[in-house]
């Protein structure tokens, strides 16, 4: 008996196999990594989730404070001012009588929001600093006005540095002197020795600059504040630091149910 030969494949249907076994091993693979990628994903979001900061608002502090906290309502445009505003330095009566204010001597941050009561934290704070600067000058000498347009704060590990927005007035005051050892009660006005007059310069300036809230939480996070804003250096004392807490503890009503704010990673 002969026995009949099978019979040879043709090559569009070895093609047709060629193709299925191809589509099958996409359909594994796409099968295979849908069941990796979820956790890879899952892993990824909680990576970046842990890698944000949630700040909450300080409690309002019991501890005595410096300054006044102070709202204002535009009923044209319906927003209120909230404002914070103190003096820097030490405030005890000794300071007081025997030593002069210091050069960068007024803080006051506030900020903006709609309506009467607050209803959601602030996104940025505005901070100004104000200074009196006494600079001598003599006659013939040019006087120079170069400052550094920054606010540098210190926090320890590292420093927080903001462009200012600067406004400044400066007057020129000559005044002429008489040695004191030419006049008294008995000697002539024709006698008296005068000395060349005192060229003086007064610079009053205000300096802003603007925060956001994770920032400016992160600046009261401490007892004291220790900074230069345009190359003066300043102190922000312990009173008001607590002033600035309680400002920060009053951006949202006791009763509300979330007081935090989540800040990007540093």
């Given amino acids: 008996m002969i026995t009949p030969s099978p019979r040879p494949m043709s090559l569009s249907h070895r093609a047709w196999v060629k193709t299925q076994s191809v589509v099958e091993l996409v359909a594994i693979s796409v099968i295979l990594l849908a069941m990796v990628i979820p956790p890879w994903a899952a892993a990824f979001a909680s ?141 002539r006005a024709r006698d008296s020795f005068r000395l060349p007059p005192i060229r003086q310069a007064h610079i009053r300036r205000r300096a802003t600059a603007w925060f956001s809230t994770c920032e400016f939480l992160s600046l009261i996070n401490q007892r004291e504040i220790r900074g230069t804003v345009a190359g003066l250096d300043f102190t922000v004392n312990p009173e008001v630091v607590t002033g600035l807490n309680l400002f920060a503890a009053k951006m949202l009503p006791d009763t509300a149910h979330e007081r935090f704010v989540d800040c990007p990673p540093r």
Wanted: hydrophobic share 35%; aromatic share 8%.
């Fill in 47 to 187: 990576s970046d989730e842990s890698a944000q900061q949630r700040l909450s608002l300080p409690s309002a502090p019991s501890e005595a404070f410096a300054g006044e906290i102070s709202y204002e309502f535009d009923s044209v445009l319906n927003k209120t001012t909230a404002t914070y505003t103190a003096p820097l330095g030490k405030r005890d009566l000794l300071h007081r009588l025997f030593f002069a204010p210091p050069t960068v001597h007024t803080i006051t941050a506030s900020y903006v929001f709609t309506g009467r009561i607050a209803s959601h934290i602030p996104d940025t704070i505005r901070v100004r600093l104000e200074s009196d600067e006494y600079v001598d000058t003599t006659v013939g000498s040019e006087f120079g006005l170069g400052f550094e347009g920054v606010m540098t704060i210190d926090l320890g590990e590292r420093a927080l540095q903001r462009y200012l927005s600067l406004s400044q007035r400066i007057e020129h005051d000559s005044t002429p002197r008489q040695d004191p050892n030419r006049t008294g009660a008995g000697t």
